[in-house]
């Protein structure tokens, strides 16, 4: 049995479809990433998944129960931390944790004993009784997930946990999300916009675009699928007609996409195409501006499957928010 | 219960740290008490009434004469002697005098020739408190000014007289319950309904839908939460207030437990109706800007500040299903009235009734979806 089972689940609000026909499986244990810009839909996919907006058609089971027949039953599984922030600033870290244990029907007894265990893990145990409005973001955050881990969840969904955060935070969220998925045997679902963390945290990622999904695999096998093993980004001073084709006609060439005078060269041999394109240029008088090889990123699976870069989008609005949620 | 009593406890938390809420509902209805009540409850005094004689026979320099009796000792007016009637339309005109009563020619032969002569009084309306004073005044004057001894072996006139079974109540006492009620609207509206949004806008609920609270749990969770701090405000005020307005023996035990019963059953109702007004609303302005409005249109219909029997049908209408009019009633009777339990039985009965109603149909129309 999966943890989650998508079922051409789809949202939407009046004309406009957020969410279109996904489907997809989680198993247990596993980091499943939903990677996308923002508008892709990536948190109405959540906020499905988790019971807190009803499908328009198809449904999720989780955990076994279907968010639209057992909801109370999804929501005993799962710990949900959503994208805004919700801890309370007025209450120290131990009074809201305490909250949330009660209105999961955790006894007293186990009560103050879970949360201790939990910010020890996210390394807050020592702020235990201080006011969260005196925490940074990623105190916060940190407070949140375990928050979310009080009732021992098997399945957590994140939204965007990472968002506003500085590096060294996130690279710290990160962390402590690998030792928590390891500590407590979860499955993890993430939205995320940046490439680099759902790289480094995810054993599935699913891009989401438009509402629908357009690839779906583990990083390593995403960026293996898309054509060549090195992009090299190179900018012209000036350039002649037809040098996109003599720039595809260099050797271990895959495809050539031009912007302007910005050229962006997949090929399977990144050193061997470089020293080519810089006789090519010598020979046709043309400089080189910039140039620059890289292995294959996200970055690049994303543009390839997507077609464009990260773009912001128009939203539907959704009900409780006081501002449009950037899924 | 203990899903209720957490949602409970996070609010009061929240309040314990920050009691502005409470402040702001207290001190609003205090001040607007003491402003209002001085402002509107005083006797008016020092009106000034011009007074034209173009008669100056007897009868006329006695009735000026019981005219300067009443600036010496009512002060309700002062008068001025003008020779003419255009001066003093002009100066009635131009503010400096308030009225003019004129005594025309021919008043005294009139008088003593039995006839019945006229004097006219000619004020300035657009001040409808000073010109009634200034009329009341004049006409008892006048009443006093025709009194006759009864002849011997005449029947008699009869007289009212007028007893008041209740102390000389003030205008600020008579504020007194309204402002209670008011203090408990205050604070239901920011709790119930400023806060409610603002802590929805910032995705504060998203937290308590995702886990297994049920829907009843979570309202009754928000409106005891709020009933509560309503609860504060309103006995403070019933506190306070009374000693402020100068309620007689304002500690009482027994009035204080019976007023008690009624601010707890006001909370409710209150706090029930601004869920149900806000159980659907998203958006952190609307509670602010229907604020102003929600006010004009429960407070002032309720007879907080004037009698329901003066309002027109419409108003009389919006009396019948407001809850201030069945609370501001029920404070008048054990406050002004110190009264039991069963003068209020009606309103007691309406507001228990009115917070179920409420509540269920809050329920009814809460989402448990964003």
Redesign the interface.
Known sequence: MFDVEVKEITKCFGDFCAVNGLSFTVGHGEVFGLLGPNGAGKSTLI?MM?????PTSGTALINGFDVTRAA?EV??S?G?I?????S?L??SAE?NMS??A????IPREKRRRKILELLEAVDLVQWIDK?VKNFSGGMRRRLEIARGLVHEPKIFFLDEPTTGLDPVSRVAVWEMLSRLKREHDLTIIVTTHYMDEADKLCDRIAIVDHGKLVALDSPLKLKASIPGKNILEVSFSNVPSGWQQALERLPEVVEVKADDNIFRISSHNGPLTTVELMEAARKAGISVASLSVQSTTLDDVFVHYTGHQLRDALQAP?????FPSKN | MHRILAIIERDLRRFRRSPTLVLVSIIMPLVQLVILGYAFGGIIKDLHLGVVDQDHGVPSVKMKEMFQAIAANARTFDTTAYEDLATALKDLRTGKINGVLNIPPQFSRKVLAGFNPHVALIEDNTDQFASTSLQGSIAGLLTAYNQKPPLPHTTAGATLSVVEIYPYVPYIQYLLPGTIVLSIFVSCMIGGGIIFIDDKARGLHEGYLVTPISKFDLIMGFNLAGAFKAIIAGLVLVTFGSIIAGIPDPLNIARLLRLMLLVVLTSLALISMMFLIMVRVNDPLVPRAVFGMLNTVLYFPSGAVYPINAFPAWMKAITVIDPFTYAVHGFKELILKNNGLAAISYDLLFLSGFTIVAMAAATMLFRRTL
């Open positions: 906020r988790t019971t807190l907006v009803p109370n929501r005993k799962i949900v959503p994208q805004a922030m919700t309370d007025d209450l009074e909250i949330f009660k209105l999961y029907g006011p959704v009900h409780g928010t006081m």
